[in-house]
């Protein structure tokens, strides 16, 4: 598994680009749960238990 | 495995990709095209009749600034060949070497896939169609089909880059007016005064010279180019007067677009009559920089309008 093409910077820009990924991702949840809150709106709070 | 492993590490990196940095993806999206398209299509948003929650808006806004990246990454990754041609677009990603091709169209089309399904799922599907059509049009009618094959490439084209304000009034309404065709249509008829301007000039005109780019100033020669620019500056002024009588907008608009459609005329007539020397490619720069403030000054005099509570025109039809 040493054997690789990639050096140190390759990985440095690798760990770069996971990291922006994982942000949009989160920023994914956030928009997703955001805009369920608003297209429910107060009918948000009425849960049947 | 032990192969595979030795494979993988007797070819160069660069041709197995995962060089490209974030900046590199960025790139990718043109986010200077992707700059108009926000602010167009947000005066879609704000110019449609009814109200969006402002979520909802900032939602519709975010997906179709991410559909025209989209747009913007699979023309850089079909485009590769002409990019590496062109001194204007040889430092791209792709053409410089830090994106593959294959990334480049993996990440166009997972963007353009959630952009649309953004769109579609969170405001309304009207508007995601019509996204997904726009980012189809750009990449499948103009980029792979017309840009190579005629010189009305960029009239026709320029429909891709009109479509943003038309997707943000259909996130707000669900449906497509006559005022969202209104703003539809300004782009339209904008677009090539403004990218034969640019074209014209001699550096830019060798580009797609050396490229195979079949643009207007190429094959048709310069002096057609100059008088195609003065028939759709004359057509777009009163194009730009349409949605006074839609009901759009208001005297304050009208009023100003009287005064900014001359300026626009003078420097077109003035790329009409300077044919030589550093005159003429001084009328045409000034025609280009002209038009992309012109196009700014007129959506954001509708945003003024309705900032401002100015009254809007009673509809003549609509």
């Known amino acids: 598994m040493t054997n690789t093409p990639f050096g140190p910077e390759d990985m440095a820009r690798r760990k770069k680009r996971a990291i922006a990924l994982a942000l949009v991702l989160g920023g994914l949840v956030v928009l997703f749960f955001v805009t369920t809150l608003v297209r429910l709106g107060s009918a948000v709070a009425e849960r049947s238990f | ?318």
């Open chain 2, 1 to 318: 495995m032990s192969d595979i492993n030795a494979q993988i590490s007797e070819t160069p990196a660069a041709s197995l990709g995962g060089q490209g940095s974030v900046a590199d993806y960025f790139a990718l999206l043109k986010p200077r095209v992707m700059s108009l398209v926000i602010f167009t299509a947000f005066v879609g948003i704000i110019a449609a009749p009814g109200s969006i929650h402002p979520w909802l808006g900032f939602v519709a806004l975010l997906a179709i600034a991410v559909g025209a990246g989209a747009a913007g990454a699979l023309n850089m990754w079909y485009d590769a060949d002409i990019d590496a041609v062109m001194k204007r677009t040889s430092k791209r990603p792709v053409p410089k070497g830090t994106i593959t091709p294959q990334e480049a169209l993996g990440f166009g089309m997972t963007l353009a896939a959630g952009s649309v399904l953004v769109l579609g799922l969170l405001v309304n599907w009207l508007a995601g169609a019509l996204l997904a059509f726009t980012i189809f049009f750009y990449i499948a009618i103009y980029t792979m089909w017309l840009k190579r094959l005629t010189p009305q490439n960029i009239v026709i084209g320029g429909a891709a880059g009109a479509f943003p304000p038309m997707v943000g009034w259909v996130s707000v309404t669900g449906s497509i007016d006559l005022g969202s065709i209104a703003l539809f249509l300004i782009i339209f008829t904008w677009t090539p005064p403004h990218f034969w301007a640019l074209a014209l000039w001699k550096k830019i005109n060798a580009d797609y010279t050396n490229a195979g780019v079949p643009m207007l100033p190429v094959v048709a020669g310069a002096d057609e180019t100059r008088r195609q620019i003065l028939i759709y500056t004359l057509i777009l002024i009163p194009v730009t007067l349409l949605p006074a009588l839609i009901g759009t907008v208001g005297l304050f608009y009208t009023l100003a677009n009287v005064g900014l459609g001359a300026v626009f005329l003078y420097y077109a007539w003035r790329v009409y009559r300077l044919r030589e020397g550093a005159e003429a490619e001084a009328a045409c720069k000034k025609l280009f920089g002209f038009s992309t403030l012109w196009l700014f000054i007129v959506f954001a005099l509708i945003l003024a309008e309705r900032a401002l509570g100015l009254p809007l025109f009673a509809p003549v039809f609509g």
